[in-house]
């Protein structure tokens, strides 16, 4: 079992920056994918990217490529979001999400965190 909990959201303005964190326990040493999901209210989850441990392969959405960046900590067994430029719309719910395979199917990720609040105002 892995367990994840996200933290580091907040209220920030737009033109601003974050960095959400994710801290893995449990079998982290099995785990080989890692993503980001968001969702926003009355919205369905959105990716947001996910990231290889094995490769370093990393696949962005296309609404935060070029301003969001997945890396990771494997002392810690943290992975990050850093969000730069942040705009009102990506304003949500962010989760993070592992799992041991491969970059899985997006709505197939086996293990998921609590998500963590994050408001851009304009």
């Known amino acids: 079992q892995v367990q994840l909990r996200e933290s580091g959201g907040e209220l920030v303005q737009a033109g601003g920056s974050l960095r959400l964190s994710c801290k893995g326990s449990?079998?982290?040493?099995?785990?080989?994918?890692v993503a980001w999901f968001r969702q926003a209210a009355g919205k369905e989850r959105e990716f947001v990217g996910e990231k290889s441990m094995h490769n370093r392969r990393t696949v962005y959405a296309d609404s935060v490529k070029g301003r969001f960046t997945i890396s990771r900590d494997d002392a810690e067994n943290t992975v990050y979001l850093q969000m730069n430029n942040l705009k009102p719309e990506d304003t949500a719910v962010y989760y993070c999400?592992?799992?041991?395979?491969?970059?899985?199917?997006?709505?197939?990720?086996?293990?998921w965190g609590q998500g963590t609040q994050v408001t851009v105002s304009s």
């Open positions: 449990g079998q982290t040493f099995a785990t080989d994918s």
């Open positions: 999400a592992a799992d041991q395979r491969y970059m899985p199917p997006r709505d197939k990720y086996t293990y």
